[in-house]
């Protein structure tokens, strides 16, 4: 089983979400996970241009490392996403990243996935952020199992708290990979996405037809 983690934090292995993120990967490792780590802010991550073209073709235009992040992200079995607020959000380097994936939205291409967030703050919204990166999961398919964050502005206890619960997370996150764990409500997020999605690429089949034909492969046409 592989655990991928994406770290959106500048600051690296200083930074306090990277002490939530190695809480997390050492839970998922202790109940068995292979674990990939990737700081996303060292990776050349261009922005998207809105040109479409990974609609039509499944190649995006700039040559960078997106396509081996995307890569190393489709063959994960699980997902943790981690990011400090930056300005009430997720920093510019990992929405850089979402943004580079709207043809893996299109084509919902993380379902079956499992993944969970992890946000740190100096004062606030650690909470929003993790809401906000686990929607954005959810928006890919993934199913969510949980979130984890801190506010640097509080006590120790808190933070050491929160470490106990990203290790229990990264278990967590095996377990219920382990076990498909089912989400009623989440599947109905996801079966609300199939729909919005299966009329996207329908209505544009002539112009994306890298999307129709991924559609026509996975037999959900
Ligand atoms: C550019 C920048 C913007 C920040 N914006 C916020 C913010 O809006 N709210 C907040 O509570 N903390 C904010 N912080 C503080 C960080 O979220 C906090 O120190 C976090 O723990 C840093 O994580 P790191 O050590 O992994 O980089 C900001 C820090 C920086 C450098």
């Given at each position: 089983?592989?655990?991928?983690?994406?770290?959106?934090?500048?600051?690296?292995?200083?930074?306090?979400?990277?002490?939530?993120?190695?809480?997390?990967?050492?839970?998922?490792?202790?109940?068995?996970a292979?674990?990939?780590?990737?700081?996303?802010?060292?990776?050349?991550?261009n922005?998207c241009?809105?040109?479409?073209?990974?609609?039509?073709?499944?190649?995006?235009?700039?040559?960078?490392?997106?396509?081996?992040?995307l890569?190393?992200?489709?063959?994960?079995?699980?997902?943790?996403?981690?990011?400090?607020?930056?300005?009430?959000?997720?920093?510019?380097?990992?929405?850089?990243?979402?943004?580079r994936?709207?043809?893996?939205?299109?084509?919902?291409?993380?379902?079956?996935?499992?993944?969970?967030?992890?946000?740190?703050?100096?004062?606030?919204?650690?909470?929003l952020?993790?809401?906000?990166?686990?929607e954005?999961?959810?928006?890919?398919?993934?199913?969510t199992?949980?979130?984890?964050?801190?506010?640097?502005?509080e006590?120790?206890?808190?933070?050491?708290?929160?470490?106990?619960?990203?290790?229990?997370?990264?278990?967590?996150?095996?377990a219920?990979?382990?076990?498909k764990?089912?989400?009623?409500?989440?599947?109905i997020?996801?079966?609300?996405m199939?729909?919005?999605?299966?009329?996207?690429?329908?209505?544009?089949?002539?112009n994306?037809?890298?999307?129709?034909?991924?559609?026509?492969?996975k037999?959900?046409?």
């Amino acid at each position: 089983m592989k655990i991928l983690v994406l770290s959106g934090s500048p600051r690296g292995k200083s930074g306090n979400t990277y002490r939530l993120m190695d809480s997390a990967v050492r839970g998922a490792q202790d109940a068995g996970a292979e674990t990939v780590f990737i700081d996303i802010t060292k990776k050349e991550i261009n922005y998207c241009t809105g040109c479409s073209t990974c609609y039509s073709t499944g190649k995006c235009i700039h040559e960078d490392d997106y396509e081996e992040i995307l890569a190393l992200i489709l063959e994960s079995d699980g997902i943790i996403l981690g990011s400090p607020v930056y300005i009430n959000s997720v920093t510019a380097q990992l929405k850089t990243l979402f943004d580079r994936m709207p043809d893996a939205v299109h084509c919902q291409m993380l379902a079956g996935k499992y993944g969970f967030s992890i946000s740190t703050a100096g004062g606030s919204n650690a909470d929003l952020v993790c809401d906000y990166m686990n929607e954005t999961l959810r928006f890919m398919g993934v199913s969510t199992t949980g979130e984890v964050y801190a506010v640097m502005a509080e006590d120790d206890n808190a933070f050491n708290e929160a470490c106990n619960n990203a290790y229990e997370l990264g278990k967590d996150l095996v377990a219920a990979i382990s076990e498909k764990r089912v989400y009623p409500e989440q599947d109905i997020i996801h079966g609300e996405m199939h729909d919005r999605m299966k009329n996207i690429v329908l209505s544009n089949k002539n112009n994306w037809s890298h999307e129709f034909d991924y559609w026509k492969k996975k037999g959900w046409l």
